[in-house]
C-alpha cells in the first residue's frame, strides 16, 4: 500500500483544494491529511482561520479521497510523520518547491503540485472584502 501525506490549513475550504486532495490520492493508496491545528496557526503563521480546526478536520473527512486526518503542530514533524505513518510521498502545493526536499533523505518521494491557479483562500477572503 502506498501512503500519501500533506499538510495544510484547508479553511475556507474550496475546489483548489479538492483538486489537489484528488491529484495527491492517485499518487498512492492511502491519503493523509496533516490539517495545522489552530494554535500553530497562530502562533506560526499568525493566521485566524474561519473554521475551528475541528471544523475543518469535520470537512476533510468528509472527502472521499481523505483516509485519515492528523493534527499538524509544528514545523518539524514531518520527519516523524514520514517514518511514523510510513509515507512513500509527501505532497505540496508549487509555492513551497524545494523547502521539503530534505524528506527524500528518509526514503520518501517528494511531489510538488502546481495549485489551481484562479481560487485560493486568500483571495476568497479578499474578495469578501469588497463587498
Not at 501525506?5 to 484547508?10: A, H, L
Not at 524528506?103 to 479578499?126: A, D, F, M, N
Request: hydrophobic content about 35%; proline content about 2%; overall charge negative.
Amino acid at each position: 500500500m502506498r501512503r500519501v501525506i500533506t499538510y495544510g490549513t484547508f479553511d475556507l475550504l474550496h475546489y483548489g483544494h479538492i483538486n489537489l486532495l484528488r491529484r495527491a490520492k492517485q499518487l498512492g493508496d492511502y491519503l493523509i491529511v496533516a490539517l495545522s491545528t489552530d494554535e500553530f496557526n497562530w502562533r506560526e503563521k499568525q493566521k485566524k482561520c474561519y473554521f475551528t480546526y475541528e471544523e475543518r478536520k469535520q470537512l476533510l473527512e468528509a472527502i472521499r479521497y481523505v483516509d485519515l486526518v492528523i493534527p499538524e503542530e509544528n514545523w518539524e514533524q514531518k520527519c516523524t510523520d514520514v517514518k511514523e505513518y510510513h509515507v512513500d510521498t509527501f505532497v505540496i502545493g508549487d509555492d513551497w518547491t524545494g523547502k521539503f526536499d530534505f524528506l527524500k533523505e528518509e526514503g520518501c518521494e517528494v511531489v510538488y503540485l502546481s495549485r489551481t491557479p484562479e481560487i485560493s483562500t486568500t483571495q476568497i477572503k479578499k474578495d469578501l472584502n469588497k463587498k
